[in-house]
Nanobody
Framework: QVQLVESGGGLVQAGGSLRLSCAAS????????IYWFRQAPGKEREFVSR????????YSADSVKGRFTISRDNAKSTVYLQMNSLKPEDTAVYYC???????????????WGKGTLVTVSS
């Protein structure tokens, strides 16, 4: 089992920044890929970014490239999502997820956090 707990959401003005955290615990994480997804009201959950627990390979959706950066701190078992130049369309519940597979599909995730709300005002 892997437990994931998100934090760091809140209300921010357009153009501002937030950093989300995903604290991971449970079984050995070295074989996992950690993801960020988001779900806006009335929309499907969509892939945002991912990072392998080992190595430095990351991948992000085109909609956030150049604005969002995913990183991890293995000592703290925490994955971060630094979000800069936020836009109103970034408003969503952001979820941390874990999977043994490299994917962009929410159906392939093994574990989910409960989410943290990000609201970007115009």
């Amino acid at each position: 089992q892997v437990q994931l707990v998100e934090s760091g959401g809140g209300l921010v003005q357009a153009g501002g920044s937030l950093r989300l955290s995903c604290a991971a615990s449970g079984q050995t994480l070295s074989s996992y890929v950690i993801y960020w997804f988001r779900q806006a009201p009335g929309k499907e959950r969509e892939f945002v970014s991912r990072i392998k627990w080992t190595g430095s390979i990351t991948y992000s959706a085109d909609s956030v490239k150049g604005r969002f950066t995913i990183s991890r701190d293995n000592a703290k078992s925490t994955v971060y999502l630094q979000m800069n130049s936020l836009k109103p369309e970034d408003t969503a519940v952001y979820y941390c997820a874990g999977s043994r597979y490299v994917s962009t599909e929410s159906l392939n995730m093994d574990y989910w956090g409960k989410g943290t709300l990000v609201t970007v005002s115009s």
